[in-house]
């Protein structure tokens, strides 16, 4: 099944403790992408990747790292992360860039206290 | 810059219809559709690019129109099941060669019987 897959779903981490949240996709796709939701303002993109080593920041990328060093991986990490990082992220893929489907991950649901 | 989505919220009956605009400050390249029920992942309904016709399948439609930066996706007799939240997705002419998808703020559509 074609599947964009998300680990953790739930994390619940201190201030200061470095977590890395994987996203995996089986597509072959070459096009991944992180995004933070919350209430009110939609999606907002945090990094993307065009595809293995070639990544570029999206427009809330404060406080993130991404990696990109296979095509089927791009795991989102924060280094440092902080109360305001609480957020419900996603991970997405697509096949081409801007003019195809993206695929999403079912989620992860931080909480930073 | 996010794409701007009107209305916010709308509450309907069923068998009612509904319009939801998305307005750009860019000049697109294309327009993608996204919903997203409580609690799951954003699920693609369609995209229109730049210099395509409307597209539509079943009773939801949208259309693109370049010069005013705007879409509309339009649903039409509506169903329960059309309860969620609904995203427009642009990627601006610009960033058709990073294919950057940037995501409105999301209007909540609820359908009651």
């Known amino acids: 099944e074609a599947q964009v897959t998300q680990n953790p779903r739930y994390l619940i981490t201190v201030t200061g403790k470095k977590l890395t949240v994987t996203c995996s996709q089986n597509?072959?796709?070459?096009?991944m992408s992180w995004y933070r939701q919350d209430p009110g303002l939609g999606l907002r993109q945090i990094y993307y990747?065009?595809?293995?080593?070639?990544?570029d920041k999206g427009d809330v990328p404060e406080g993130y790292k991404v990696s990109r060093k296979e095509k089927r991986n791009f795991p989102l990490i924060l280094e440092s992360p902080s109360p305001n990082q609480t957020s419900l992220y996603f991970c997405a893929s697509s096949f081409d860039r801007g003019n195809t489907e993206a695929f999403f991950g079912q989620g992860t649901r931080l909480t930073v206290v | 810059q996010q794409p701007v989505q009107s209305p916010q919220a709308v509450i309907l009956r069923e068998g009612e219809d509904a319009v939801i605009n998305c307005s750009s400050s860019k000049a697109l390249y294309s327009v993608h559709w996204y919903r997203q029920k409580h609690g799951e992942a954003p699920v693609f309904l369609m995209i229109l690019l730049k210099g395509g016709e409307q597209k539509g399948h079943d009773k939801i439609s949208a259309s693109f129109n370049e010069k005013k930066q705007q879409s509309s996706l339009y649903l039409t007799a509506s169903q329960l099941s059309y309860s969620g939240t609904y995203f427009c997705?642009?990627?601006?002419?610009?960033?058709?060669?990073?294919?950057?998808?940037?995501f409105g703020q999301g209007t909540t559509l609820q359908v009651k019987p």
């Open positions: 990747s065009m595809n293995v080593e070639v990544t």
């Open positions: 597509m072959n796709h070459e096009y």
């Open positions: 997705g642009t990627v601006a002419i610009g960033s058709s060669n990073t294919g950057k998808l940037i």
